[in-house]
C-alpha cells in the first residue's frame, strides 16, 4: 500500500467522520449553544476541502495509486452518509432525501464495480452532472450542520435547498449512469 500525501488526506478525511459523530453523541450541553453545530461543519468543510486537494496533489505529483482510487470515493461516501445520517438524527433533513442520496452511492458504486469486473468502466466514469452532484451537497451539508445565520445568510435554509438540488441531481445522475450503463445491463442479463 501506498504511502503518500494525497493517501494521508484521504485517510484523515476517513478520520473526521468518527470527530463528526462524536460531536453529537456528546451528553446536551456539554458544548456551549451552536459551538457543536460549528465545529462540525468546519470539520466536514475541512474534509471537502481535503477531498478536492488530495486529488489535486496526486495529479500533480504524479502520485496517483489503485489505492487511492480505491479509498478516495470510499471516504467520500462514509464521510456523506455519516454527516446524512446525523443530519437526519437532528431532524434537519427528511429520510427521503438521506434515502435517494445514500441509495444512490451504494447503486453507483455497484454498478461501477460490476462495470469494471465486465471491463467497461469507460461508460460509467465519472461525469460532470456527478461533479455538480457531489458540491451541491458539500456546500448544502455544512450549512445544515451549522443551520444558523452567517454573514447574514441564513444557512439553514440555503441548505435545505441545495440538499433538494443535491437529492435532484442524485437521481438525474443515478438515471445518467444507468442508462449509460443499459446497453450491457440487457446484453449480459440474456
Same mark, same amino acid.
Given at each position: 500500500m501506498?504511502?503518500? #500525501?494525497? @493517501?494521508? #488526506?484521504?485517510? #484523515?478525511? @476517513?478520520?473526521? *467522520?468518527?470527530? *463528526? @459523530?462524536? %460531536?453529537?453523541? #456528546?451528553p446536551y450541553g456539554w458544548l456551549a449553544d451552536g459551538m457543536r453545530d460549528a465545529i462540525a461543519a468546519w470539520v466536514f468543510i475541512i474534509a471537502a476541502l481535503t477531498d478536492w486537494f488530495d486529488g489535486w496533489l496526486a495529479r500533480k505529483w504524479n502520485q496517483t495509486s489503485a489505492f487511492g482510487a480505491f479509498l478516495d470515493p470510499v471516504a467520500d461516501k462514509l464521510m456523506v452518509s455519516a454527516a446524512l445520517l446525523i443530519l437526519l438524527s437532528i431532524h434537519r433533513i427528511d429520510v427521503l432525501i438521506a434515502f435517494i442520496i445514500i441509495g444512490r452511492e451504494i447503486t453507483i458504486s455497484a454498478l461501477r464495480e460490476w462495470?469494471?469486473? *465486465?471491463?467497461?468502466?469507460?461508460?460509467?466514469?465519472?461525469?460532470? %452532472?456527478g461533479k455538480f452532484k457531489t458540491a451541491a451537497q458539500m456546500v448544502a451539508i455544512p450549512c445544515l450542520l451549522y443551520s444558523r445565520d452567517a454573514f447574514g445568510i441564513p444557512t439553514r435554509i440555503a441548505g435545505q435547498i441545495l440538499i433538494i438540488v443535491a437529492a435532484i441531481l442524485t437521481i438525474w445522475s443515478m438515471c445518467y449512469y444507468l442508462k449509460k450503463a443499459w446497453p450491457e445491463i440487457v446484453r449480459r442479463s440474456r
Amino acid at each position: 500500500m501506498p504511502f503518500n #500525501l494525497p @493517501i494521508a #488526506l484521504t485517510w #484523515l478525511r @476517513i478520520v473526521f *467522520i468518527p470527530l *463528526i @459523530i462524536a %460531536l453529537y453523541c #456528546l451528553p446536551y450541553g456539554w458544548l456551549a449553544d451552536g459551538m457543536r453545530d460549528a465545529i462540525a461543519a468546519w470539520v466536514f468543510i475541512i474534509a471537502a476541502l481535503t477531498d478536492w486537494f488530495d486529488g489535486w496533489l496526486a495529479r500533480k505529483w504524479n502520485q496517483t495509486s489503485a489505492f487511492g482510487a480505491f479509498l478516495d470515493p470510499v471516504a467520500d461516501k462514509l464521510m456523506v452518509s455519516a454527516a446524512l445520517l446525523i443530519l437526519l438524527s437532528i431532524h434537519r433533513i427528511d429520510v427521503l432525501i438521506a434515502f435517494i442520496i445514500i441509495g444512490r452511492e451504494i447503486t453507483i458504486s455497484a454498478l461501477r464495480e460490476w462495470m469494471a469486473q *465486465i471491463g467497461a468502466s469507460a461508460s460509467v466514469a465519472v461525469s460532470w %452532472l456527478g461533479k455538480f452532484k457531489t458540491a451541491a451537497q458539500m456546500v448544502a451539508i455544512p450549512c445544515l450542520l451549522y443551520s444558523r445565520d452567517a454573514f447574514g445568510i441564513p444557512t439553514r435554509i440555503a441548505g435545505q435547498i441545495l440538499i433538494i438540488v443535491a437529492a435532484i441531481l442524485t437521481i438525474w445522475s443515478m438515471c445518467y449512469y444507468l442508462k449509460k450503463a443499459w446497453p450491457e445491463i440487457v446484453r449480459r442479463s440474456r
